[in-house]
């Protein structure tokens, strides 16, 4: 079963609009980190924001913010005044525990695209 | 502050050759991974390396090594080039290897021809 699940191939968004990027996570771990980041044509993962497990509120960063429920172990982006800058492929991140004694790594969903229309 | 460094940015390989791909990760920072990216995939975990050792691997043939120097920077290395190495290679760096960040270079882009 897929551990992190982005069910958006892709996505259109109205410039100046709103839009939500949804992502879905499957763990048993208790400790957790959840993590967005954006990969424009470049190649570079930029890192946009970080929800904790046990954080109690919501985490925002600028015009992204983080929609957690924990219950339904879903973590969305949402990314609020859409910019044509914003075009690119999203991914969706969960950190956890790796095979060595200390060790972590982060496990992505496919990703989603998103185009931004003028 | 300069950010997450790799080098080179591009290559090209033959089936069967050897490669080492560079990062420097952001300074102060002492935790590195690698992630191999396939065209239309999200990145696959390949290695962690935290103050010189290996702290884990994923699910990646004895081909892949690593190692992380003195000075905090690491260099990936595969033997045997396969055609199906051909990816975007991503270096990631963080103060620990359970961080509220971990920053990404711009990556290596093989091809294995």
């Known amino acids: 079963a897929q551990k992190i699940t982005q069910t958006q191939p892709g996505m259109f968004v109205q410039e100046k609009e709103a839009v939500t990027l949804d992502c879905t996570y499957d763990t048993s771990d208790p400790s957790y980190g959840l993590f967005w980041y954006k990969q424009p044509s470049s190649g570079e993962m930029i890192f946009l924001i970080y929800?904790?497990?046990?954080?109690?509120q919501n985490a925002t960063e600028g015009r992204y913010s983080l929609n957690f429920q924990k219950a339904r172990k879903s973590a969305n982006l949402v990314i609020s005044a859409s910019q044509l800058g914003d075009s690119a492929m999203y991914f969706c991140a969960m950190r956890e525990i790796a095979s060595g004694a200390g060790s972590y790594q982060l496990t992505f969903g496919k990703g989603t695209k998103l185009s931004v229309i003028p | 502050d300069a950010g997450v460094t790799q080098s080179p940015t591009h290559l090209i390989k033959t089936r069967g050759q050897h490669v080492t791909l560079r990062c420097s990760p952001i300074s102060g920072h002492k935790s590195v991974s690698w992630y191999q990216q396939v065209l239309g995939q999200g990145p696959q975990f390949i290695f962690q390396y935290y103050e010189k050792e290996e702290r884990g691997r994923g699910n990646f043939p004895d081909r892949f090594s690593a190692r992380q120097f003195p000075n905090y920077s690491s260099e990936l290395n595969v033997n045997a080039l396969l055609l199906g190495d051909s990816a975007l290679y991503l270096c990631a760096s963080s103060l620990y290897p359970r961080d509220t960040e971990a920053f990404f270079g711009q990556g290596t882009r093989l091809t294995v021809v």
């Open positions: 929800q904790g497990s046990y954080d109690q």
